[in-house]
């Protein structure tokens, strides 16, 4: 007959759960208790210093009708197809080439991974000067004095490269370690079989790397419509607010209009789109790895 446990012990469950205090204070203090404070206010007609009448979903029913938050919702929606598939492709490129590159593999590693250290104060001020109209390094390359950051067109496009190159080398580590996971013994017995290069590349390394693809995918399209810091820095939204992006438009509702209830029904909003979003891109990306 066992003995029955020593009653000074902790039982298991309870060890558990004293472990997770600290988390679940955290979370319930930084963010659960933030979270339901703001969604109160976004039903409330309140400013920064105070909180007036409740107005139920009054300020979400607005939001359906002003263009100036749809198109700050379509600016970010253009900046995230500008960058979401290209971060995740070249941080793939990057990590092969890196795994390619014999004993220059960790200088070249640094080297891509550099900017990504960089704050985002330093990383605006570097694309700010490549991008000059007439002292800038893609002017001087190109032969013109275009000036990228307040054309029409080219805005966008410009803050998505400077972000592309800024950040890219977080998902060149990503994909370096799931490299580095694959057992060696897959590619030994390919070789002997006679495959190598592009075969070995589609039928060992990209069935491998797939969930890591696809888990870069999400994570970038969540990181691309979180922007704001450098289409503030960089254009201030101009030109003619077409790089104003969602959260831009929140924060000018917040500080400069002073319209905290409407600025909050735009979080829940914004918050809302991009778990739909995430959650639609993960099925679709579970769909193709199917058919594939």
């Known amino acids: 007959m066992s003995d029955p446990p020593d009653s000074g012990t902790p039982s298991r469950s309870g060890a558990?759960?004293?472990m997770l205090a600290p988390f679940l204070f955290v979370f319930l203090l930084f963010f659960l208790i933030p979270a339901l404070q703001t969604?109160?206010?976004s039903l409330t007609e309140s400013s920064l210093t105070r909180t007036s009448a409740f107005v139920g979903t009054a300020n979400y029913a607005a939001l359906l009708q002003d263009p100036a938050f749809l198109d700050s919702l379509r600016h970010t929606l253009y900046f995230a197809a500008l960058t979401v598939v290209p971060l995740a492709t070249l941080g793939l490129l990057m990590a092969l080439l890196v795994e390619r590159a014999g004993r220059a593999s960790g200088l070249l590693q640094a080297a891509f991974f550099l900017p990504y250290v960089l704050p985002i104060s330093v990383m605006t001020l570097i694309a700010g000067w490549i991008l000059h109209p007439t002292l800038g390094l893609v002017n001087r390359l190109a032969g013109g004095e275009r000036a990228w950051l307040a054309d029409l067109d080219w805005a966008m496009p410009a803050v998505a490269i400077g972000t592309i190159w800024w950040t890219v080398g977080f998902n060149m580590l990503l994909f370096?370690?799931?490299l580095r996971n694959i057992p060696r013994e897959l590619y030994e017995a390919a070789a002997l079989d006679g495959a190598g290069g592009f075969h070995a590349f589609r039928d060992i390394t990209w069935p491998e790397l797939r969930p890591t693809f696809a888990m870069a995918m999400i994570l970038q399209l969540i990181?691309?419509?979180k922007i704001f810091g450098q289409t503030y820095i960089l254009t201030a939204g101009g030109p003619f607010n077409t790089t104003r992006v969602t959260l831009h438009y929140m924060y000018e509702t917040a500080f400069v209009q002073s319209d905290a209830g409407y600025a909050a029904a735009i979080?829940?909003?914004?918050v809302v789109i991009v778990a739909v979003l995430s959650l639609l891109?993960?099925?679709f990306i579970r769909w193709l790895g199917r058919r594939g």
Not at 267 to 270: M, S
Request: no cysteine.
């Open 176 to 178: 370096v370690a799931a």
């Open 223 to 225: 990181a691309s419509f």
């Open 281 to 283: 891109q993960a099925g």
């Open 267 to 270: 979080a829940i909003a914004f």
């Open 16 to 18: 558990g759960y004293l």
């Open 39 to 41: 969604f109160y206010i």
